[in-house]
């Protein structure tokens, strides 16, 4: 059980189990897989696929000779394990050129390298057969206020973005951008910092349509949101393009820890809306493994990813079907009955009935509302004893 399958449609960014174990105050620890490694790690394991950034294949200084050379045996990996590549990305934050922003640069220099950089890792990702291209602008912030002004750069934001996405329609493409919020780091503080600043901006665009949002659970919880909420909110307006499973304490450091490994509730009530809202884009993690481990303790990492969220799921369904839980959430709704002759849609007679409606004020406010009950019974199908 909770063996992960294709059908699944797990996947992970080739730099979470390439990743070294590097962070400020350490050096890397192991030598993490290589791509060519992951995607037979990952297939072994039950994997859907893989995602990256160009630089985690070709590296930035790759001649055009090899870089084919290095695509080239990448597909032949995803060919022979049957591996996909739904997901592509851009780094626009490792190289120094991108200290002070890409596309919001004060430097119209680097906010056209980052345009040319980003238009030929499109090339790439479509190339292995990505759909969705994610844009998470790492370095879009400040430290110094001073130093740019915040409006100039949100219409440098949306100039970029423009633009990409007429490249994408001049050249065909069967591809849709995923914008990826994040409040801080690197950057003391980053432009559109939630997934919601992101739906405000993508209505701004000039091809709504054509992007989207990839929200990651610990960046919404850096800034002590609710995941859950802000993933709901994408997934109703029709903008849920991707998704970065892991978790991660409130209030620190992006910690990227293996999804569910942190807090089980919030992670539950996401596989949830995943599973009852029929998400259908990848199950992609965006994590990595604590820096005690070795490339065992990575895919030991990997595993535990897929395998929690498939015991969620199953809790899910525990849920769903428990009569207990099931009762007391009918009877939340026996107040369905509502107010004669009003719908919560304007028009001036339903206003008339809403006008002359009489409210039960101090009864409804005195009725209790059971949730200690039903939360307790959550916890309990959480807890593995119901
Ligand atoms: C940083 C991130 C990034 C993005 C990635 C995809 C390195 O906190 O989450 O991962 O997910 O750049 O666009
Ligand atoms: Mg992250
Ligand atoms: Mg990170
Ligand atoms: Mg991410």
Redesign the pocket.
């Known amino acids: 059980a909770y063996q992960p399958t294709p059908d699944d449609r797990f996947t992970f ?1 080739l ?1 979470t189990v390439a990743n070294p174990g590097r962070d400020p105050f350490g050096d890397a620890v192991r030598t993490g897989y290589s791509p060519v490694e992951a995607v037979k790690m990952l297939a072994e394991i039950g994997a859907y696929g893989v995602s990256l ?1 160009d630089n985690d294949l070709v590296p930035i200084d790759a001649t055009p000779g090899e870089r084919d050379r290095i695509v080239n045996e990448f597909k032949r990996a995803l060919e022979e394990t049957g591996m996909k590549l739904p997901m592509a ?1 851009v780094n626009l934050f490792t190289h120094p050129v991108f200290k002070d922003g890409a596309f919001t640069s004060n430097d119209p220099r680097v906010r056209a390298y980052a345009i040319q950089k980003t238009t030929d890792a499109i090339d790439l990702g479509v190339e292995l057969g990505a759909s969705i291209f ?3 602008g ?1 370095r879009e912030g400040t430290e110094v206020d001073a130093s740019k002004d915040a409006v100039e750069a949100m219409k440098r934001y949306r100039e970029s973005i423009n633009y990409l996405c007429e490249y994408a329609r001049d050249r065909k493409y069967d591809i849709k951008f995923a914008l ?1 919020a ?1 409040p801080n780091e690197p950057r003391g503080d980053i432009y559109t910092p939630t997934t919601g600043a992101m739906l405000g901006f993508i209505s701004t665009l000039d091809h709504p349509d054509m992007v989207g949002v990839n929200p ?1 659970v610990a ?1 919404e919880r850096m800034a002590g949101l609710n995941f859950y909420h802000a993933v709901a909110q994408a997934l109703e307006c029709g903008k849920l393009f991707h998704i ?1 499973l892991n978790d991660q304490k409130p209030g620190r450091f ?1 910690q990227d820890l293996r999804f569910g490994s942190e807090d089980v509730k919030n992670s539950f009530f996401l596989v949830k809306l995943l599973e009852d809202y029929n998400y259908q884009g990848p199950l992609h993690f ?1 994590a990595h493994a604590y820096r005690t481990e070795d490339l065992e303790g990575v895919r030991e990492f990997a595993k535990g990813c897929m395998r929690t969220y498939l015991i969620l799921k199953e809790k899910v369904k525990r849920f769903n079907s428990d009569p207990e839980i099931q009762g007391l959430l009918q009877e939340l709704k026996h107040h369905d009955a509502g107010v004669p002759g009003f719908d919560f849609t304007y028009t001036p007679a339903k206003h008339q009935a809403l006008k002359a409606a009489q409210f039960d004020r101090d009864g409804i406010g005195k009725k209790g509302l059971a949730y200690e009950k039903l939360d307790q019974l959550t916890m309990e199908i959480i807890l593995g004893v119901r």
């Open positions: 960014g730099w950034h990305t994610v844009l998470w790492g990826e994040k990651e960046h970065d992006d965006d």
